[in-house]
Nanobody, 125 residues
Framework: QVQLVESGGGLVQAGASLRLSCVAS????????MGWFRQTPGKEREFVAA????????YYADSVRGRFTISRDSAKNTVYLQMNNLKLEDTAVYYC??????????????????WGQGTQVTVSS
């Protein structure tokens, strides 16, 4: 299994930027895709972005396309989420996830087998 640790969350004003990081350890050689999800109280976990590790192909939710960028640094076993022009509705706990089997960069949380502990992102007006 892969262990994931997120960092980079915080409190920012609307329009600002943040970069989240997720460092993977453990069986990283079996990591085929990584994703970012977010969740607010009382709501289901929502897909944000994903990246196929080998090809670098990226996928985004419509709500963040054009504002967020997912990327990876293979040498550091790290995936990033650059978030620009943050909006109030981006406020959530953001989770990093790893898919060690399919590697499709799916939007479905159930297709990821490892999860980080989450990092809070709060956007204020």
């Amino acid at each position: 299994q892969v262990q994931l640790v997120e960092s980079g969350g915080g409190l920012v004003q609307a329009g600002a930027s943040l970069r989240l990081s997720c460092v993977a350890s453990g069986r990283t050689s079996s990591r085929y895709a990584m994703g970012w999800f977010r969740q607010t109280p009382g709501k289901e976990r929502e897909f944000v972005a994903a990246i196929r590790w080998s090809s670098g192909n990226t996928y985004y939710a419509d709500s963040v396309r054009g504002r967020f960028t997912i990327s990876r640094d293979s040498a550091k076993n790290t995936v990033y989420l650059q978030m620009n022009n943050l909006k109030l509705e981006d406020t959530a706990v953001y989770y990093c996830a790893a898919d060690s089997f399919r590697g499709l960069g799916s939007f479905r949380p159930g297709e990821y087998d490892s999860w980080g502990q989450g990092t809070q992102v709060t956007v204020s007006s």
